[in-house]
């Protein structure tokens, strides 16, 4: 004997069928849209890095060109460095050896020499600061 199924029975298994698909749909859905805002914030984040490597790669540069264009001078400049980057630098006088100076020859002094980049980054203001110390000729004294 065999059982053919009525058309209620039909109607319920296609009803149940399509309630399958579409919870599968909406956690298919769901899935994407959390693969979705990871990669974002992975983009994000390199974006992050990059701005990072740059910011210290231009405060290299300007640490390694304090000092050799003059006298290092006490003090804090500021500027535009393009790119939507900012500099600012930093000097100030550590110490001085004033008995190389009373031998008659110039007084040396140890400087902390400071640079720091900063730039905008979304809603946050972002800044890399590199420091060192420089042994230089000190100011000459006046009298």
Known sequence: ??????????ADVRGFVLLEVLVAFVIAALALGGLLAAAMAGAGATAAAGAYEEAIARARSHLAAIGRSGPLLAGTQRGDDGGGFVWQTRIAPLASSSAVGAGGGPALGLYAVSVTIAWHAGRRDRA???GTERVALAPAATP
Not at 1 to 10: F, G
């Open 128 to 130: 890399v600061t590199l």
């Open 1 to 10: 004997m065999r059982h053919t199924p009525s058309a209620d029975s039909i």
